[in-house]
């Protein structure tokens, strides 16, 4: 079992910046492939980036360049830094350990407006 805090979500202007940030309590941390996905209003749950246990990162096309996700398997935490933030990418994203099943995070919102 894993417990997922989320923190960092927030109002912010376009080409603005965020950082959120992900604590994990519960399992090994450090086994897990981590992760941070988003939902817009009337959207399906869609993929933002991961890491794996090993530091290999992998990003939706559509935030490339512009967010970069870290973990520390020492603190347990994995973060997610947004800059140049647009309207589209307001929802509300949840961090992720990737299991069998997934464990989810209570998500935090993000809204991106002027």
């Known amino acids: 079992q894993v417990q997922l805090v989320e923190s960092g979500g927030g109002l912010v202007q376009p080409g603005g910046s965020l950082r959120l940030s992900c604590a994990a309590s519960g399992s090994i941390f450090s086994i897990y492939t981590m992760g941070w996905y988003r939902q817009a209003p009337g959207k399906q749950r869609q993929k933002v980036a991961l890491i794996t246990t090993g530091g290999t990162t992998n990003y939706a096309d559509s935030v490339k360049g512009r967010f970069t996700i870290s973990r520390d398997n020492a603190k347990n935490t994995v973060s997610l830094q947004m800059n140049s933030l647009k309207p589209e990418d307001t929802a509300v994203y949840y961090c992720?350990?990737?299991?069998?099943?997934?464990?989810w995070g209570q998500g935090t919102q993000v809204t991106v407006s002027s």
């Open positions: 992720v350990a990737l299991s069998a099943p997934n464990y």
